[in-house]
């Protein structure tokens, strides 16, 4: 104590009662400021080793006995950090995953053509959510080129999964598909492929602490020691979907994979209560369904989507033609394969397969086929095929038909 009074008198004795308070006053700014400063460049280099050691060790190889290996991969990388009450609002709405690591199986037509017998059979509020960049889906679904996004504008789906829209913003966002009012459609495009590797790199690099809209919730992550969570960009779809402005407006909604595991389809799986995969029944095509479930197995395993469901393996694409040899030897493989794993999911009855059909394999610009077709035999045979199918995951999903529906089934007159 006797050492700070001098001091300070010897201070009051070389400045003078008067102007020594304020340069005090402004030494005390200058060095609150320069340690504010010095703080913030040691929280950013620790979030660069931070940052760096997450992504590093998201890609990171696996070492063995024969050298190295791919790792577990990215999209298990912890921590797994879903939404508040993810699991309690989970198919609210049903939301109905169509998917499939390999291209050219079906998965455009079935979500296009299952949604739109939903929407006009059914009377039920439908969202498709197109994900795949290319935009197959979207061309399908609104003629010439009314799906394109304005100019200097990102499509929709890339939007929808950056977190850019709001609830309330991506419902009335959301376009109207013109043959049926109760149809609508996130659309997507070719900027799509880019937000997909953006949002990989900002994820894994990020610092910034995500938003506890609960105050409970963010004493309770407090107390646990799990205050400093970061934003996760797995389920940035779930919580856009999961919100009360999706719910009340949309009684459905369908969303179309891309080929490949990309972080719009990884939002899709982690935003999905049911998954329904389609495929081509030969041998490759069998393989790839094989090898796309063990993955998703994996996925639900390390908690990233656990409480996704199985609508099942639908075949898809086969005609009366087809070599009935392969076909069987390819049933086989994927029977015996998915036993071999506990049989996670397996095989749809042959009647609910959809077969080879000019009538739905139709040009894009014509729209989704079962709106447009006609009602010559081969294209009612096509559409009768997507209504038993759609009647099908309705069940798995717990979706009701309308009354009208029972009666028809009765023998009354279709709606």
Known sequence: MLGLEWFWEWILNKLGYQLAPFLLGIAGFVGYTALRLAWRQVRRLWCFFRSRARALGAVRRDRSKDGPREGRGLWVAAPITPPDNYESNLGKPTVLVIANHKGGVGKTTLAANIGAFWA?????????????????????????????????????????????????????????????????????????????????????????????????????????GNAFKLNDVRYNLADLLQSPAVRKTFDIVIIDCPPRLTTGAIQGMCAGSHLLIPTVLDMASAEAVVSFVGEVEGLKKSGVCPHLKYVGIVGTMTSANVNQIAETNSKAL??????????????????????????????????????????????????????????????????????????????????
Request: proline share 6%; charged share 20%; aromatic share 6%.
């Open 120 to 224: 006009q059979a059914w009377s039920k509020r439908v969202l498709l959510i197109d994900l795949d960049s290319q935009g197959t889906l979207s061309a399908m679904a609104l003629r010439g080129g009314d799906w394109l996004p304005p100019k200097g504008q990102d499509s929709l789906a890339t939007r929808s999964i950056s977190a850019d829209l709001e609830p309330g913003i991506f419902v009335s966002c959301a376009k109207d598909v013109p043959q049926e009012p109760r149809l609508k459609i996130i659309t997507a495009y070719y900027d799509l492929a880019q937000a997909d590797n953006r949002l990989i790199v900002e994820w894994l690099l990020q610092c910034k602490a995500a938003r506890t809209r609960s105050f409970f919730r963010f004493m309770r992550d407090v107390l646990f």
């Open 334 to 415: 994927i029977t015996n394969a998915l036993a071999a794993i506990q049989r996670p999911t397996g095989l749809l009855a042959d009647a609910e397969f959809v077969r080879q059909s000019t009538a739905l394999v139709n040009n894009a610009d014509e729209g989704i086929a079962y709106l447009v077709v006609g009602n010559a035999k081969r294209q009612q045979d096509a559409k009768d095929a997507i209504a038993r199918l759609a009647e099908y995951v309705a069940q798995q999903c717990g979706l009701p038909p309308p009354p009208a529906h029972e009666v028809a089934r009765n023998g009354g007159n279709k709606p």
